[in-house]
C-alpha cells in the first residue's frame, strides 16, 4: 500500500468535460445548429480553408467562426473580410479548448440563426484531441509540408476525426508526401474517417468539402 494518496485528477478532469460536452451537443442538437471542431498543427491552412468555405457555403446556409488562439486577433480578423460572423476566443495560455469553454464562446458568438458554427481550434495535434468540444463532427487538417507520417506520430487525432482534410495539395511536387501511404495509415486508425485532398490556395477540392458539410449540417436538422 503506497504512504500516499493518488489522485488521478486527469480521469476526473475528463470524465467532467465528457458530461459537459454531451450536455452542449444536445443543446446545440434542439437550436439546429451544426458545430464542426477543426484542428491541425499551426501553419497548416486553417484559416485560409475557412475562407474558402464560407465562400462555397455562404448562399446555402448562415456560418458563425470561432478563432480560439493564445493571444492576437489575426485570424479573426481575415475571417471578418469575408462577412461571416466570427468571435475572437483568448485561451490564456491554453492549448485546447473544452466544453465549457466551447460553450462560452458559442455564447459570445449569439449562435441564434446559424446553422453552421464552426469552432477554429488551437493549432496542435495533441492537446486538442483529448477534450471533446461537444462539436456535432470533428475534423482536421494535415499539410503537404508536415509530411505523411503524422498519422504514426499523433494516432489519438486521427483517431477521433471525421474527416481529415489533406491540404496543399498543389505543393505535391515539392515534397516527399505519399498520399495512399496516409490513408492508409489513418483508415487503420479510424475505418469511419473520410479524407479529402484539397489546395485551400487554388480551391481544388474544397467543393467535395462543402458537400459534406451540407450534408452533415441536413442530418443534424432532422
Request: glycine share 6%.
Amino acid at each position: 500500500m503506497d504512504p500516499y494518496k493518488i489522485l488521478e485528477i486527469k480521469e476526473s478532469v475528463f470524465e467532467d468535460n465528457d458530461r459537459q460536452a454531451d450536455l452542449l451537443r444536445n443543446d446545440l442538437k434542439t437550436e439546429k445548429t451544426f458545430l464542426l471542431n477543426l484542428m491541425s498543427s499551426p501553419g497548416s491552412g486553417k484559416t485560409t480553408t475557412l475562407v474558402q468555405t464560407i465562400a462555397a457555403l455562404k448562399d446555402d446556409m448562415s456560418i458563425g467562426i470561432m478563432e480560439a488562439d493564445i493571444d492576437s486577433d489575426v485570424d479573426a480578423r481575415t475571417i471578418f473580410e469575408t462577412g461571416a460572423k466570427v468571435i475572437q476566443l483568448h485561451t490564456g495560455g491554453m492549448c485546447h479548448l473544452d466544453a465549457e469553454m466551447t460553450r462560452q464562446g458559442l455564447d459570445g458568438l449569439d449562435t441564434q440563426g446559424i446553422d453552421l458554427a464552426i469552432l477554429e481550434n488551437v493549432g496542435n495535434l495533441v492537446c486538442p484531441a483529448e477534450f471533446d468540444t461537444g462539436a456535432s463532427k470533428n475534423a482536421m487538417i494535415l499539410s503537404v509540408p508536415e509530411g505523411d507520417d503524422k498519422p504514426l506520430k499523433y494516432p489519438l487525432m486521427f483517431s477521433i476525426v471525421d474527416v481529415l482534410l489533406v491540404n496543399k495539395i498543389d505543393a505535391m511536387d515539392f515534397f516527399d508526401f505519399d498520399l495512399e501511404a496516409v490513408k492508409e495509415r489513418v483508415t487503420k486508425l479510424n475505418p469511419n474517417i473520410k479524407v479529402i485532398p484539397i489546395s485551400a490556395k487554388t480551391g481544388e477540392g474544397i467543393g467535395e468539402w462543402a458537400d459534406w458539410l451540407r450534408s452533415e449540417v441536413k442530418k443534424w436538422n432532422t
